[in-house]
Each structure stands twice: as structure tokens, then as C-alpha cells.
């Protein structure tokens, strides 16, 4: 079987850095990636990392840790917009890399 | 980035009827398509996996009868829920992803189907 699992909620003030983790088991791994989505909106793609190590990409980060099973997502110099549920998801071995989601972390940003 | 669209936004039906949701990658050619359900504050559950010109794969514990699948083209995907029923209602969302190893998915703005 394949788990995700990732804090439900996490509450920053503007201008903190937040790290959101996800530790995964599945039977086979090509990637990890996260996504945001807004209330009533579309997943957005944010990151994938399929090696060990970081990739930043402006103010957001993220790590791996294959061996570790092991990842997360760093957001830095939080903005009010960056309120929303982050999502991280498992590529597994198969055919057509299909996604597997975590349930999903909470952000709340406050002033 | 690519662009995904979905039709229609929003549809409300009577118990019984079936509805049809569209996936259309704008820009470019989706060799393959993903529906995911979505409830309220809960994370994405795959469906099933489209890829054209073949037989959907559904995930386990969806009914391919229900849930019917066809990837007609390269940029459209169509999923029909048959015979809806209030448990029904949710917010579904179709991702598309282009040939090659690297595993971006562009989701569409999803549907959100409320079965009276």
C-alpha cells in the first residue's frame, strides 16, 4: 500500500518561514511533489524532487530524503496569499506516474 | 504553463440523471489525463487514469461502471457520472501530463456536481 502523512494544520505570522514535512511509504518512488490550492480552487504545482537535496525556487524550497523516506516544502518571507492547503505527492512506479496526495496541511498566514 | 480547462465549472442535477464533465488541455497534447475526486477539506483521491485511444485504469474501489472514462483526442478527456445520486456530489478535477519522464500534472479548475 502506499501512505502520506503531513501535519493538518500550521499557523505563521507574515514575514515567518514555515516548514511543512511529509514522511511517505510506497511500494515504488520516482518523485515527490507539492502542490497549493486555494478554497475552491485547482492544485497548483509548486516542486518535485526526485534526488536528495534541495530545490529552491524563489521563496519556496524543498528536500528529500530518499533513504529517510522523507520530504518537505520551506516557505519563506510568508505573504497573507500564501494561505492555502499544501499538498505533497508521491509519483509511484507504474505505467503513467500517477499521483498519489497526502491529506493535505492547512496554512493559515495572520498579520 | 500549460492550461487545462474544464466544462462545465458547476452543475447541479436531480438524483438519478447523468452528467458529463470535459477535460481539455488548451496548448498542448495530454497523452494522458487523471480525474481525481476532491470533498470538502479533504485531499485529492484518484479515480482513474486516462490515456488515449485505450481503456481507462480505475483505481481501486471506483466503479468503471459509474464513472465512465473516454479519452477521445489528445486534449480531451470526458468523465460521466452515471445514474448520480447525492453521494455523488463532490468536486471533481481532471490533470493532464505530456509524454516524458518529468511528472508535471496541469489540474484543471475542477467541477464542483451537487446531486440533489
Known amino acids: 500500500g502506499q501512505s502520506l502523512e503531513q501535519p493538518s494544520e500550521v499557523t505563521a505570522v507574515e514575514g515567518a518561514i514555515v516548514q511543512i514535512n511529509c514522511t511517505y511509504q510506497?511500494?515504488?518512488?520516482?518523485?515527490l511533489s507539492w502542490y497549493q490550492q486555494h478554497d475552491g480552487g485547482a492544485p497548483t504545482f509548486l516542486s518535485y524532487?526526485?534526488?536528495?537535496g534541495l530545490e529552491e525556487t524563489g521563496r519556496f524550497s524543498s528536500f528529500l530524503s530518499r533513504s529517510d523516506s522523507y520530504g518537505y516544502l520551506l516557505l519563506q518571507e510568508l505573504q497573507m496569499k500564501d494561505s492555502a492547503s499544501y499538498f505533497c505527492?508521491?509519483?509511484?512506479?507504474?505505467?503513467?506516474?500517477?499521483?498519489?496526495f497526502g491529506a493535505g496541511t492547512r496554512l493559515a498566514v495572520h498579520p | 504553463g500549460a492550461v487545462v480547462s474544464q466544462h462545465p465549472s458547476w452543475v447541479i442535477c436531480k438524483s438519478g440523471t447523468s452528467v458529463k464533465i470535459e477535460c481539455r488541455s488548451l496548448?498542448?497534447?495530454?497523452?494522458?489525463m487523471f480525474w481525481y475526486r476532491q470533498f470538502p477539506k479533504q485531499s485529492l483521491m484518484l479515480m482513474a487514469t486516462?490515456?488515449?485511444?485505450?481503456?481507462?485504469?480505475?483505481e481501486q474501489g471506483v466503479e468503471k461502471d459509474k464513472f465512465l472514462i473516454n479519452h477521445a483526442s489528445l486534449t480531451l478527456s470526458t468523465l460521466t457520472v452515471t445514474s448520480a445520486h447525492p453521494e455523488d456530489s463532490s468536486f471533481y478535477i481532471c490533470?493532464?501530463?505530456?509524454?516524458?519522464?518529468?511528472?508535471?500534472?496541469?489540474f484543471g479548475p475542477g467541477t464542483r456536481l451537487t446531486v440533489l
Open positions: 490533470s493532464a501530463k505530456t509524454s516524458g519522464p518529468y511528472n508535471e500534472q496541469f
Open positions: 510506497t511500494s515504488g518512488f520516482y518523485g
Open positions: 524532487n526526485a534526488l536528495d
Open positions: 505527492a508521491v509519483s509511484s512506479s507504474g505505467g503513467y506516474n500517477k499521483l498519489i
Open positions: 496548448d498542448f497534447q495530454a497523452t494522458t
Open positions: 486516462s490515456n488515449e485511444g485505450s481503456k481507462a485504469t480505475y
